[in-house]
T-cell receptor
Framework: EAEVAQSPRYKITEKSQAVAFWCDPI?????LYWYRQILGQGPELLVQ????????DSQLPKDRFSAERLKGVDSTLKIQPAELGDSAMYLC??????????FGPGTRLTVL | AQSVTQPDIHITVSEGASLELRCNYS??????LFWYVQSPGQGLQLLLK??????LVQGIKGFEAEFKRSQSSFNLRKPSVHWSDAAEYFC??????????FGAGTRLTVKP
C-alpha cells in the first residue's frame, strides 16, 4: 500500500538555527498539505499545494516559514530561524484532487 | 467558518466494553466528516469517512460512526474495545475543496 514519506522522523535543533523537513506524497496525488500539531492538540493547516501552486498559506508564519513544491511532487518545509515555540509535530498529507487526506508519520521537532 | 468540537479530552474504558467518542461540527454546507486515529509519535490513520448516502458508516478495526445532521454530530462507536485501541482520536470536517479542520482530539485509555 502506498504511503506518504517524511524525513527526518525526529529533529533536535537550537533556537535561531534553520531546519528543513521533506515530504514525498503518494504517487499521483495532486494535493499536498503541511500541518503543525502542538502536543495535546489537533493538526492545524500551514500550507496547501495543488500540484506546484500554493492554494492556501494563510496560516503559515511567512516571516520564518517557507514551503515549496517545485515540480509538483515532493515538498520541503523550512523554518529559519527556529524558535522555542516551533517545537511540534509537523505532518504532511496528500490527497487526490477531491478526496480523503492520507498522512505521513510526521517529523517531531524539538527546539532547545 | 468550519469547526469541530470533541467534548471529551480523555476517556477510559475497560477492555471488552463498548465505546462512543463524541464529535460535533459546524459547517455551512454539506460536510465531509472523518475520524482519524493517532498512536503516540505517529501520523494519523484514517478510520472512516462520510461524504454522502447512508448515515451509518463502517470503518476499519471494527469502528463505525453515525452522521446526524439535526444534531450536527458524527460520533464514533465500537461495540467491544481492545487494548490496542488505546490512542488519540481526531474528528475532522471538510468540504469539496479539500480544506479540513480537526478537533482537539480525545485520548482513549483501555483498562485491562
Amino acid at each position: 500500500e502506498a504511503e506518504v514519506a517524511q524525513s527526518p522522523r525526529y529533529k533536535i535543533t537550537e533556537k535561531s538555527q534553520a531546519v528543513a523537513f521533506w515530504c514525498d506524497p503518494i504517487s499521483g496525488h495532486a494535493t499536498l498539505y503541511w500541518y503543525r500539531q502542538i502536543l495535546g492538540q489537533g493538526p492545524e493547516l500551514l500550507v496547501q499545494f495543488q500540484d506546484e501552486s500554493v492554494v492556501d498559506d494563510s496560516q503559515l508564519p511567512k516571516d520564518r516559514f517557507s514551503a515549496e513544491r517545485l515540480k509538483g511532487v515532493d515538498s520541503t518545509l523550512k523554518i529559519q530561524p527556529a524558535e522555542l515555540g516551533d517545537s511540534a509535530m509537523y505532518l504532511c498529507a496528500s490527497s487526490p484532487r477531491t478526496d480523503t487526506q492520507y498522512f505521513g508519520p510526521g517529523t517531531r521537532l524539538t527546539v532547545l | 467558518a468550519q469547526s469541530v468540537t470533541q467534548p471529551d479530552i480523555h476517556i477510559t474504558v475497560s477492555e471488552g466494553a463498548s465505546l462512543e467518542l463524541r464529535c460535533n461540527y459546524s459547517y455551512g454546507a454539506t460536510p465531509y466528516l472523518f475520524w482519524y486515529v493517532q498512536s503516540p509519535g505517529q501520523g494519523l490513520q484514517l478510520l472512516l469517512k462520510y461524504f454522502s448516502g447512508d448515515t451509518l458508516v463502517q470503518g476499519i478495526k471494527g469502528f463505525e460512526a453515525e452522521f446526524k445532521r439535526s444534531q450536527s454530530s458524527f460520533n464514533l462507536r465500537k461495540p467491544s474495545v481492545h487494548w490496542s485501541d488505546a490512542a488519540e482520536y481526531f474528528c475532522a470536517v471538510g468540504g469539496n475543496n479539500n480544506d479540513m479542520r480537526f478537533g482537539a482530539g480525545t485520548r482513549l485509555t483501555v483498562k485491562p
